[in-house]
């Protein structure tokens, strides 16, 4: 089974390139903050087999277009990717170099954007554009091969991106908790708690230095709790994502794009189609909305951008 193939065209033969594009590293106005916010605004875009538009990306599709709409030119495969620009060893990569790994057993086959603090963004064919931790210790690092510096940014700009835009760990520390959940929607929405001198859960003291955060979203209808306990420190998994941002945004109308893992009868089922219809969230490549995955920091801000 091919886990996280790019595109056939990734195991292709190295074909010529310009000697333009081959001899060395581009120079560019462009930084490296600048090139990464681009590719933070498609995390969620689903994986396609040889996609390379915002419907649906493979690897390299995903890497072109990103580099593209920075002013770069890079190839179309990973192969020839892995022959563009400057060889740089893992303990050197720097924000927006490329990284290769082998993920079929027959050479480079996958390839993502090196995002810094150890992590890079990529097309998986799992869950589409994410986020993922080089040292993964599951299946990443074993398959990584080599790193490509393809752009050399300024050197300020270097040290401004790594100082100002640090990228989050894919890990369990980058999961959203409920309480973490509940305090972005209340910055979000400006909402405020009617009282604060008693909690509305179980769980909660009246004394929590977040009671005012509990309490706006109790009373909003936002988070209403599981047999009178919040569970602040529980990881918010995708369906419970779909039921808060619909009761939040008091979003309409539903589209039942037939998710293999969401059932008509499932208890979130509307929740998760109406999150569909209102352009939210497309589900995984593979079909799966991912009823019971938690969900990370960097994915809820996409989600509540998308509806800002």
């Not at 390299?60 to 920075?70: D, E, H, L, W």
């Not at 936002?222 to 009761?247: C, P």
Request: glycine share 8%; hydrophobic share 35%; charged share 15%.
């Amino acid at each position: 089974m091919k886990r996280f193939l790019c595109s056939l065209a990734a195991v292709a033969t190295i074909t010529a390139f310009s000697p333009q594009i081959e001899a060395e590293a581009a120079s560019v106005k462009t930084t490296e903050s600048q090139l990464m916010n681009i590719a933070d605004d498609y995390i969620g875009v689903p994986y396609k087999w040889g996609g390379t538009t915002t419907s649906g990306f493979d690897c390299s599709g995903y890497i072109q277009y990103v580099f593209k709409k920075a002013g770069v030119s890079v190839p179309r495969t990973t192969s020839q990717m892995a022959a563009t620009g400057t060889a740089v060893s893992k303990s050197n990569l720097q924000v927006g170099d490329l990284v290769f790994f082998n993920t079929s057993g027959r050479g480079i086959s996958h390839a993502g954007i090196y995002a810094g603090n150890n992590n890079f963004i990529h097309a998986s064919s799992s869950r589409g554009v994410m986020i993922t931790s080089l040292s993964d210790p599951y299946y990443w690092g074993s398959k990584y091969v080599t790193a490509r510096r393809v752009v050399d940014f300024p050197a300020k700009a270097q040290e401004v991106a790594q100082v100002a835009a640090p990228k989050p760990a894919v890990n369990q520390e980058a999961y959203v908790t409920r309480l973490e959940a509940a305090e972005e929607l209340v910055n979000k929405l400006g909402l405020k708690a009617s009282q604060t001198s008693k909690s509305y859960f179980k769980d909660i003291p009246a004394n929590h230095p977040k009671i005012a955060v509990l309490n706006a979203v109790y009373e909003a209808g936002i988070f209403t709790g599981s047999n009178g306990n919040f569970n602040a420190d529980q990881n918010l998994n995708r369906t419970q994502m779909a039921k808060i941002l619909v009761e939040a945004y008091d979003l309409e109308g539903q589209t039942n794009p037939g998710f293999h893992d969401v059932p008509n009868n499932y208890w979130a089922a509307g929740y998760i189609y109406t999150l569909y219809h209102n352009n939210v969230t497309t589900g995984y490549a593979n079909g799966n909305y991912g009823i019971y995955d938690p969900l990370y920091e960097i994915q809820l801000d996409k989600f509540i951008d998308r509806l800002n």
